[in-house]
């Protein structure tokens, strides 16, 4: 089953302590990204990643890293986390459009919501 | 600034009425456009694209783009309970010096009263 999949699903954490939330798809998508939603205010892109060892910022990175060492993983790491990153995250990935890289239809994880106290 | 602009609702529509959301964009280079359904604690899920001028009917969804005028809607024909969710309206751009980024609205919550 084509499927992105998020771990964990649920986490309470304590500010400053490390974490990373996995994202692994199936689909052999050289788009992925992360988000993270917040009451009001949508879908607000934290990373994205074109391929494989190709990834930059979205519109809020503070405090977020993310590697992409291989095609179908793309992991999220919380180096200190703290209150405000306390959100609903979500993983996509994406196929491009022929040659001109447009995006296709974006396939979503199930959601990380993270507490972080 | 690109941005995509959706009124945030909730927007309340009898069932089996027609529920109509719309979207508006500011980059006139956008290419491709996408609806996505999310329901309360859920992950978006895509419930139409559409690339050209018109409309695009897909069982009781019909999208409609207006490039001219920037704007994209949908329609829901014969609204269901199962409706009642937040639509989010997603805008694409294909050029390259945008990386090719969806540029998404704040979404519109729908409530289908029974």
């Known amino acids: 089953e084509a499927q992105v999949t998020q771990n964990p699903r649920y986490l309470i954490t304590v500010t400053g302590k490390k974490l990373t939330v996995t994202c692994s798809q199936n689909m052999n998508h050289e788009y992925m990204s992360w988000y993270r939603q917040d009451p009001g205010l949508g879908l607000r892109q934290i990373y994205y990643s074109m391929n494989v060892e190709v990834t930059d910022k979205g519109d809020v990175p503070e405090g977020y890293k993310v590697s992409r060492k291989e095609k179908r993983n793309f992991p999220l790491i919380l180096e200190s986390p703290s209150p405000n990153q306390t959100s609903l995250y979500f993983c996509?990935?994406?196929?491009?459009?022929?040659?001109?890289?447009?995006?296709?239809?974006?396939?979503f994880g199930p959601g990380t919501r993270l507490t972080v106290l | 600034q690109k941005e995509v602009e959706q009124n945030s609702g909730p927007l309340s529509v009898p069932e089996g009425a027609i529920a109509s959301l719309n979207c508006t964009y500011s980059d006139r280079g956008s290419q491709s456009f996408f609806w996505y359904r999310q329901y309360s604690g859920k992950s978006p899920e895509l419930i139409m694209f559409?690339?050209s001028n018109g409309d695009k009917e897909d069982g009781r969804f019909t999208a409609q783009l207006n490039k001219a005028s920037q704007y994209v809607s949908l329609l829901i024909r014969d609204s269901q309970p199962s409706d009642s969710a937040t639509y989010l309206c997603a805008v694409n751009n294909d050029r390259k010096d945008s990386n090719y980024q969806l540029i998404w609205g704040a979404g519109t919550k729908l409530i289908i009263k029974p």
């Open positions: 996509a990935s994406s196929f491009r459009l022929g040659s001109g890289g447009a995006l296709g239809t974006q396939y």
């Open positions: 559409i690339y």
